[in-house]
């Protein structure tokens, strides 16, 4: 039966999503692959509403054999879909009573539904399809693991300094005019796990690369790259993003670095080979208007 509120046990929903989103055909892009992690998330940081609103989860016999989640965001009316998952018969029918109990509790909170599914996903495919559901694009998932990664120093790569903070944020906004994080914003989340590398030209800078690092879960990101127009296809790029990969392998121990990329780019993904990372699969992106 569907649980009633208050009554998901979070350490056993998030062995359950990672049980299964580490299977091509279960697997679902914003969830996370270790069970620690996804219990962080949900424990943490996991939608704008209570965790029991946020949830439909299916039970058998005490244990959990479907799950579907809606990651929400209040101020816009948007919500990441987790899931769904199902470890049973009838994928179709566990879908659909789960999407019908999870819409009941967000109500009209949320508008527009995201599902970023991995290619192999055909339940998923079904699902968003039955729902009405479009597809919206298609996006390539490359990773590069710290036993593999051979570091090279490059002693014209350097952190940012505060002489060169205003050519930073000029570059950054001329590259990325509207995204999630200015170049203030960037400055102000520098610290020991988070870092800007820069190449210089002279009185400007070349290029830079901004990344994020989570040692608890040997994690990392490569949020941001640019490179100054004058000094692209000079190989700046890609001497960036090896020195940002030394810092996440060799200075906080991380594991591997995975970053996902419209496919349609060519560009980013032959850079970001060229730096090593290997494609690992697809995910095509959803859009479910409600």
């Known amino acids: 039966m569907i649980t009633s509120k208050n009554s998901i046990n979070l350490n056993m929903l998030a062995e359950f999503i990672a049980r299964l989103n580490n299977i091509d055909e279960h697997h679902v892009g914003y969830c996370g692959e270790k069970q620690e992690e996804i219990l962080d998330s949900l424990t943490n940081n996991f939608s704008d509403i209570r965790i029991d609103d946020s949830f439909s989860v299916i039970y058998k016999e005490e244990k959990i054999i479907a799950a579907l989640g809606a990651d929400v965001s209040l ?3 948007t ?14 029918e566990l879908s659909l009573a789960m999407w019908e109990d999870l819409s009941s509790k967000l109500s009209d909170k949320v508008h527009t539904f995201n599902g970023f599914y991995n290619s192999k996903n055909i339940h998923a495919d079904k699902f968003m399809k039955m729902l009405g559901g479009v597809k919206r694009g298609n996006h390539l998932i490359l990773k590069v693991v710290n036993k593999d990664f051979i570091h090279e120093a ?11 903070y205003d050519d930073f944020i000029k570059l950054h906004e001329d590259a990325f005019p509207e995204t999630y994080y200015t170049g203030q914003e960037i400055i ?16 400007s800078l070349s290029g830079y690369v ?19 127009p004058t000094d692209r296809k000079k190989g700046i790029g890609t001497r960036l993003i090896k020195s940002s990969l030394a810092f996440l392998f060799d200075s906080l121990k991380i594991d591997e670095i995975t970053i996902c990329v419209d496919f349609g780019n060519s560009k980013a993904i032959n850079l ?16 479910l208007e409600k």
């Open 188 to 203: 102000d989340k520098i610290d020991n796990h988070n870092k800007v590398f820069v190449i210089e030209n002279g009185y």
């Open 75 to 77: 101020e816009d009316k």
């Open 210 to 228: 901004y990344v994020e690092g989570n040692p608890k879960f040997k994690e990392g990101n490569i949020e941001f790259i640019a490179v100054s």
């Open 154 to 164: 490059d002693l014209q790569i350097k952190e940012l300094s505060k002489e060169r």
């Open 79 to 92: 919500a990441e879909l987790w899931g769904p998952f199902i470890n049973g018969e009838n994928p179709e």
């Open 272 to 287: 970001y080979k060229s730096a090593g990372f290997k494609e690992i699969y697809f995910l095509n992106h959803y859009i």
